[in-house]
């Protein structure tokens, strides 16, 4: 079975400059999450959506930060424009279903570098 | 607001040297607590869910326990393929009526053969 797909592995961008990280979640699975990693912190969610619609984005900085899910498959996080404290790992993970949401299968992330 | 306070932040041990790693949160409702092990570079895997005080659940080495208030890792004979950072998540109602999980710091786990 293949897992969650991540990409870029790595971006180094400037502040102010824009970023967008592509994932494609576990065939099946209706839950996708973005998660942000600070270095030596947990995952923090940013996003969730249930399908293609959002059901949890209460600390996505809308401001800067946007997200969608296109027929409820791939999904895409952009950071537009970058700031120094944005430097982190970004995680997507996908799940059978929000309402059980049992294991999180996760990709191995997208690397963002702020300089 | 739902808080998972995990202790300590970092653990030394050499191979063979049991100990645990604690978990302690503060969530309405909470509907599972979940471990997870992540690797460098790596996203976090699953490892356990546990849903009810009492609970346990063993996997080679490693055994979780759950009471009403915390939650601990024990980890018997360690080995050095046991070194990773060692999350713990609970899994709580959003705001929105979806679950969602929030996670804890970590612990960071070195074993040294």
């Known amino acids: 079975e293949a897992g969650v797909a991540q990409s870029p592995r790595y971006k180094i961008i400037e502040k102010r400059q824009s970023v967008a990280f592509w994932c494609n979640p576990i065939s099946g699975h209706a839950t996708l999450y973005w998660y942000q990693q600070i270095l030596g912190q947990g995952p923090k969610l940013l996003i969730q959506?249930?399908?293609?619609?959002?059901?949890?984005d209460s600390q996505l900085p809308k401001d800067r930060f946007s997200a969608e899910r296109l027929k409820g498959v791939d999904s895409t996080l952009k950071i537009q424009p970058a700031k120094l404290e944005d430097s982190a790992v970004y995680l997507c993970?996908?799940?059978?279903?929000?309402?059980?949401?049992?294991?999180?299968?996760f990709g191995e992330g997208s690397r963002l570098t702020v300089l | 607001e739902d808080q998972v306070t995990q202790s300590p932040e970092a653990l030394r041990l050499q191979e063979g040297e049991s100990s645990s790693l604690n978990c302690s949160y503060t969530?309405?409702?909470?509907?599972?607590l979940f471990w997870y092990r992540q690797d460098p570079g790596k996203g976090p895997e699953f490892l356990f869910t546990l849903y009810s005080a009492g609970e346990e659940k063993e996997k080679e080495r490693l055994k979780a326990t759950l009471t009403k208030k915390e939650s601990f890792l024990h980890i018997t004979a360690p080995k050095p393929e046991d070194s990773a950072t060692y999350l713990c998540a609970v899994q709580a109602l959003g705001n929105t009526g979806f679950q969602k999980l929030v996670f804890g710091t970590g612990t960071r786990l070195l074993v040294s053969p």
């Open positions: 993970a996908s799940s059978l279903d929000s309402f059980n949401t049992g294991e999180l299968f």
């Open positions: 959506f249930q399908n293609n619609g959002v059901v949890d």
């Open positions: 969530v309405s409702g909470l509907r599972g």
